[in-house]
C-alpha cells in the first residue's frame, strides 16, 4: 500500500511535467498545425537560463524561475517570428524539419557554449525529504508540483476565460473564420508559442532542481513523452491533453514500482498505438487538418 | 580502397540507401519514423545467422529485407486508418517499442549490443546494395503502382474514389521500402560489427526524414542529394569542431525557409524519373 | 453615387486552375445584391476575396467607410473586419467546439467589450431558441439554429456590410423562408448585404440588384426583377447547371 502511494505520489508528479510540455506542443500545434520540435530544446534552454540565473545572479527560487521563463520565451518569440510565422500555410512537415533544425542549434549551441555534459544544478531549494508518514516527498518534488499545477492552472484559464484565449481556440478551428471576426492569427500564434516556451521553462527548472543537474540534450527524453501526449490524445480539448499526461506519468510510475524501469517507457509508445488503433483522431477527438 | 575517407564514402552509400527506403514509403504519403528500428531489425537478423549459423553474407542480408518488408507491412496496415500526416509519426512508437524489446533480449545483447559480427560489408558491396535499392525504387517509381501511391498521397479520399485500394498501396509502399532500409541495416551491422540498442530509437529515424525533406521528398533523386549532402556536410565543416552540429540546424532551418520543398522541388527543371518519362511517353505519342 | 464596395477586373486562380477571370462588381450602400450562379461559377471565391482570404492576381477589391476609400488589397483580413465586414460562411463554419455564446463572443472579439455584451443580449432576443441553447456546444445545434447563430455571430459588431454565402443550402424549405424574411430584416435597419446563393428563386425575391456568374465571368446583371425573367437566370431556377 505504502509502495502504491509512493508511486502514485511520484507518477502524479512526472506526468504534471509532461503535461506542462505536452500542453506547450498542443497550444502551437492547435494554432499553428505545427509540431513544434524546438520545443523540448526551448525547455532545455529554460533550464539552463536557471541554472545561470541562480550561479551568478540571484539564487531566490522566484528570481530563477523568472529568468528561465523569460529566457524560453524569449527563445519562443524568435522562432515564431523568424520561422514558424515565414512557414505558415506551408507543408507543415518542412516546418516540422524547421523546427527541428533550430532544436539540433539549441542542444548544440548550450553543448557549446557551457557544457556537453551533465552539469549540477545549483540547490537552489534544499533537497531534504520530507516524511508525510505512509510516504515522502522532497521539497524539490513539491515545488515541481506546485509548478506544474499552476502553468496548467494558467493555460485552461487563458484558453477558456480571457478573450485571446477565446480567440486562440477559434483560430485552432477555424483560422479563416477567425481571422474574418478581427483576430489577428499571426498574434495569437505568437502568443500561443511564447505562452508554451515560458512554460515550458519554468517547468524545466523544477526538474533541473528535482534532480540536481541540468543536460543540454535533456529535451528529447521530456520533449517525446509529451509529444506522445497530445497524439494520444487529440487537440480537441486542452484538459484532455493534460488528463493523458497526468495518467501516462502515473503509469509509468506503477510499472517502475511493481514491475521494472526497463519496460517503463514502452507503455507510453503501446497505449499510442492502442490508443489510436481504436480512435484514429485521438482520445478525445482533433480538428481536421 | 579510400583511405581515411572510407568510413564516410560507406556511410554516405547507407544513408541515401536508407533514404530511398524512406523515399519508398514516403511515395504513398506515409512517413517512417521507424527507419533505424527496422533496419536495427534487419541488421539483428542478418548478424543472428552469419555469427551464431554462419550463415554466407548475400543470403543473410536478403533475409535483412525480408524482416523489414514484414515489420513495415505490419506497420502500415496497424495505421492505416490514422489519415492525417501529422498522425503518422505515430510510427515512432513502433520503433521504440521495438527498440524496449531490443533492451531486453539477452539472446542479442540486451543493452550491451549484439556484438562479434563477421566483417563482410565493404564498398562495393554497399554500392552494390544502394543500386540495386535505386534500381527497385526508380522502376517502382514509373509503375502503376507507383502512380496509384502518389494518388494516394495527394489525396486520399479520390484516390480510393477512383479504384485504388489504399491499403494495398500502403502495404506494398511501406514493405518495399522496410526491405530496402532491412537490407541496408544488415549491411551497416556487418560493418560496424555492432547492433545497438541505443541506436534504434525514433531521433536516428528522424534523420532520414530530415534527409528526404531536404533533398526534396517528390522526386527521388532529391532525397538521394538531402542523404548524400546532409551526410558529407558535418565532416566538411569539421574546421569548427564545437560548432558544426549547431551549423547543420542552421542550415536546414535556412534550407527549409527558402527552399520550402526542398532542395528539388516537386516539378523538376533538371533530370528526374518522372519526368523523363512523361517525357518519352509524349515524344512517342509524337512520333 | 460613389458604390460602398467596388470589385473590379478581379483575377483569382487557385494553383494554375483560374478561378474568376475579370469580375467587375458594384454593392451600394443599404441594398441586397444577390450574386447567383451555379456550383464552381466563383461565388466564394469572390466573398473570400473581398475578406483577403484568395490570391488575387490581378484587380482591385475597394471599400468606401465615412472618411475614405480603402484598398482591400492591402489588408490583412482582420484589419478588414475592423472597417464594418462581416462574414456568413458557406456551410456556417461555426466554432462547433465551443459553445453558442462564445462563438457570439467571437463575433464581438474586436469591439468595445460592454457594447458586446449588449449586442449578445440583442440577439438572444432576436433568436430566444439560442437563449435556451446559449451553454451547448454549437456543434450540437440542428442547421438551421446553427445558421441563426451564424447570423447573429455576423451581426454582433454591428457591421456595415455582411458577406453571406449559400444562407439556404442544406435547410428546411421553411426554415429557408424564415432565413431569407431575416435577411430582409437585418438590410431594413441599414446593413448593406451581399447575398451568394444557388436558390435563386428565393434570393432574387428579396434582393435589389443581381449578377449572374458563369465560371469565372459576370454574364448578366440588373435589378433582381429584371434579371429573374432571363433565360440564363431561369435555367439556374431549373436547377440545370447544378
Redo the contacts between chains.
Keep these: 500500500m505504502n509502495l502504491f502511494l509512493q508511486q502514485l505520489l511520484n507518477g502524479v508528479i512526472i506526468g504534471s511535467t509532461y503535461a506542462v510540455i505536452a500542453i506547450g506542443f498542443a497550444l502551437v500545434?492547435t494554432v499553428l498545425?505545427v509540431?513544434n520540435f524546438a520545443h523540448p530544446d526551448i525547455f532545455m534552454v529554460g533550464m539552463f537560463g536557471g541554472l545561470l540565473c541562480a550561479k551568478y545572479v540571484s539564487s531566490n527560487f522566484f528570481v530563477v524561475a523568472a529568468a528561465s521563463a523569460l529566457s524560453a520565451g524569449l527563445v519562443g518569440l524568435i522562432l515564431e517570428r523568424a520561422?514558424l510565422r515565414?512557414?505558415r500555410g506551408?507543408?507543415?512537415?518542412?516546418?516540422l524539419?524547421?523546427t527541428?533544425?533550430?532544436?539540433?542549434?539549441?542542444e548544440?549551441?548550450v553543448?557549446?557554449l557551457i557544457s556537453p555534459d551533465v552539469v549540477a544544478f545549483p540547490p537552489v531549494i534544499s533537497r531534504q525529504p520530507i516524511d508525510l508518514g505512509a510516504v515522502s516527498v522532497s521539497k524539490p518534488q513539491i515545488v515541481n508540483l506546485i509548478v506544474s499545477l499552476i502553468s496548467l492552472a494558467i493555460v485552461s484559464y487563458y484558453v477558456r476565460l480571457t478573450?485571446y484565449g477565446?480567440?486562440t481556440?477559434?483560430v485552432a478551428?477555424?483560422p479563416?473564420?477567425?481571422?474574418?471576426?478581427?483576430?489577428?492569427?499571426s498574434r495569437v500564434s505568437q502568443v500561443a508559442v511564447t505562452l508554451a516556451s515560458m512554460l515550458a521553462g519554468c517547468a524545466a527548472v523544477s526538474v533541473g532542481l528535482l534532480y540536481g543537474n541540468a543536460w543540454a540534450f535533456i529535451g528529447?527524453a521530456y520533449g517525446?513523452k509529451g509529444?506522445?501526449c497530445i497524439?494520444i490524445a487529440g487537440n480537441?480539448?486542452f484538459e484532455g491533453v493534460m488528463l493523458v499526461a497526468l495518467a501516462l506519468g502515473i503509469l509509468e510510475a506503477l510499472i517502475t514500482g511493481y514491475l521494472s524501469s526497463?519496460?517503463r517507457?514502452?507503455i507510453?509508445?503501446?497505449l499510442?498505438?492502442a490508443v489510436?488503433?481504436v480512435r484514429?483522431?485521438g482520445l478525445f477527438g482533433?480538428?481536421?487538418? | 580502397m579510400f583511405g581515411q575517407w572510407e568510413s564516410l564514402v560507406i556511410f554516405t552509400l547507407l544513408n541515401v540507401m536508407l533514404t530511398v527506403g524512406v523515399y519508398v514509403t514516403a511515395m504513398s504519403g506515409q512517413l517512417s519514423l521507424a527507419t533505424a528500428a527496422i533496419a536495427g531489425l534487419g541488421g539483428y537478423a542478418a548478424a543472428i545467422l552469419t555469427r551464431n549459423f554462419g550463415w554466407p553474407f548475400v543470403p543473410a542480408i536478403l533475409v535483412g529485407a525480408v524482416v523489414g518488408a514484414f515489420v513495415g507491412a505490419f506497420i502500415a496496415a496497424v495505421t492505416l486508418r490514422m489519415r492525417d500526416f501529422i498522425l503518422k509519426l505515430t510510427t515512432l512508437a513502433f520503433g521504440e517499442m521495438i527498440a524496449v524489446v531490443a533492451f531486453n533480449i539477452d539472446y542479442i545483447g540486451g543493452a550491451n549490443s549484439f556484438t562479434g559480427i563477421p566483417a563482410y560489408t565493404g564498398f562495393w558491396s554497399c554500392l552494390i546494395g544502394l543500386l540495386i535499392a535505386t534500381y527497385l525504387a526508380w522502376r517502382f517509381d514509373g509503375s502503376r503502382l507507383g502512380f496509384a501511391s502518389r494518388a494516394v498521397r495527394d489525396d486520399v479520399v479520390a484516390a480510393a474514389a477512383t479504384g485504388i485500394s489504399v491499403l494495398q498501396v500502403r502495404v506494398v509502399t511501406f514493405a518495399l521500402g522496410a526491405a530496402i532500409c532491412g537490407a541496408a541495416g544488415a549491411l551497416q551491422a556487418h560493418y560496424m560489427l555492432i547492433v545497438s540498442p541505443q541506436e534504434l530509437g525514433f531521433f536516428v529515424s528522424l534523420n532520414f526524414i530530415i534527409f528526404l525533406l531536404f533533398g526534396g521528398m517528390y522526386v527521388l533523386w532529391g532525397a538521394m542529394l538531402g542523404a548524400t549532402v546532409l551526410t558529407i556536410l558535418p565532416e566538411l565543416m569539421r574546421f569548427t569542431t564545437e560548432y558544426r552540429h549547431v551549423l547543420f540546424g542552421l542550415v536546414i532551418t535556412v534550407v527549409v525557409l527558402f527552399r520550402p520543398q526542398g532542395l528539388i522541388p516537386r516539378i523538376p527543371t533538371g533530370v528526374s524519373g518522372r519526368f523523363s518519362r512523361v517525357g518519352k511517353t509524349a515524344r512517342q505519342q509524337a512520333q | 453615387m460613389t458604390p460602398l464596395l467596388a470589385i473590379s477586373d478581379l483575377h483569382v486562380a487557385y494553383k494554375a486552375v483560374p478561378a474568376l477571370s475579370g469580375v467587375s462588381i458594384e454593392l451600394f450602400e443599404g441594398e441586397i445584391l444577390v450574386i447567383l450562379g451555379a456550383n464552381g461559377a466563383g461565388k466564394t471565391t469572390i466573398v473570400k476575396s473581398i475578406l483577403g482570404l484568395t490570391n488575387i492576381q490581378r484587380g482591385s477589391v475597394s471599400l468606401r467607410t465615412d472618411d475614405a476609400s480603402h484598398d482591400l488589397r492591402k489588408l490583412q483580413t482582420h484589419q478588414i473586419h475592423r472597417l464594418g465586414v462581416t462574414w456568413v460562411p458557406e456551410g456556417r463554419q461555426l466554432w462547433g467546439a465551443m459553445t453558442v455564446l462564445d462563438n457570439l463572443k467571437m463575433g464581438g472579439f474586436a469591439s468595445d467589450p460592454t457594447e458586446t455584451r449588449q449586442r449578445i443580449e440583442e440577439m438572444l432576443d432576436w433568436f430566444p431558441r439560442l437563449r435556451e441553447r446559449q451553454d451547448q456546444l454549437a456543434g450540437s445545434l440542428s442547421g438551421g439554429e446553427q445558421q441563426m447563430v451564424a447570423l447573429a455571430r455576423a451581426l454582433i459588431a454591428r457591421p456595415k456590410l455582411i458577406l453571406m454565402d449559400e444562407l439556404s443550402l442544406g435547410l428546411a424549405p421553411l426554415v429557408v423562408a424564415e432565413v431569407f424574411q431575416l435577411v430582409k430584416k437585418v438590410n431594413s435597419l441599414g446593413v448593406s448585404v451581399l447575398l451568394v446563393e444557388q436558390n435563386a428563386r428565393q434570393a432574387l425575391r428579396i434582393a435589389t440588384r443581381a449578377y449572374l456568374l458563369e465560371v469565372g465571368h459576370v454574364v448578366e446583371s440588373g435589378p433582381a426583377a429584371e434579371l429573374a425573367n432571363k433565360q440564363s437566370v431561369q435555367d439556374i431556377f431549373l436547377g440545370g447547371h447544378s
Design positions: 500545434f498545425r509540431i520561422v515565414p512557414l506551408r507543408d507543415a512537415l518542412m516546418t524539419i524547421a527541428l533544425g533550430v532544436g539540433i542549434m539549441l548544440n549551441g553543448a557549446a478573450p477565446r480567440a481556440r477559434a478551428e477555424r479563416d473564420v477567425a481571422a474574418a471576426f478581427g483576430v489577428n492569427v528529447l517525446i509529444f506522445i497524439l480537441r480539448y526497463t519496460y517507457d514502452a507510453a509508445f503501446l499510442l498505438i489510436l488503433y484514429p483522431n482533433s480538428y481536421s487538418t
